[in-house]
């Protein structure tokens, strides 16, 4: 998290595509741009994840975050790589430019703030939330 805060991403774990997959992490960069970053725990975590190539649909550039002792000439070339050791974190190579579509780059920005801005409101009053959502729920 200290590494995009550096560069300035504001950075969401665990957002929702609408492709039904999940990104790790999608963070909006100063450029404008949607940066996504898959962590890899290993190199079988790598090696059995093939679903990752569905992540590029929804962000201009692809990145890997790995632990330090990580055999990196594993990860493809095009691809960002962020090396963590502990709560510190290095940017190694950035990756290729894989520009957005122009319909999703105008909707990912609303999905991104609306996403953000509910868990906020989750932190901010999680009484209430769970009032809504109570009676919301269809029996």
């Given amino acids: 998290m200290r590494l995009r805060l550096r560069l300035g991403w504001a950075p969401l774990h665990e957002v929702p595509l609408p ?3 999940r990104a790790d992490i999608l963070a909006p960069r100063q450029d404008g741009g949607f940066a996504c970053i898959e962590v890899k725990s290993g190199p079988r975590d790598f090696l059995t994840d093939a679903k990752w190539h569905e992540y590029r649909a929804y962000a201009d550039a692809l990145y890997f975050a790995v632990d330090h002792d990580f055999p990196v000439e594993m990860l493809p070339a095009e691809t960002g790589l962020i090396v963590a050791a502990g709560l510190e974190a290095d940017l190694l190579r950035d990756a290729l430019p894989y520009p957005l579509a122009p319909a999703r ?3 990912l920005p609303r999905q991104f703030a609306t996403l953000a801005a509910g868990r906020l409101v989750a932190l901010e009053d999680p009484v209430g939330l769970a009032g809504v959502r109570s009676a919301l729920r269809v029996e």
């Fill in 19 to 21: 492709n039904g997959r």
């Fill in 105 to 107: 780059r105008q909707a």
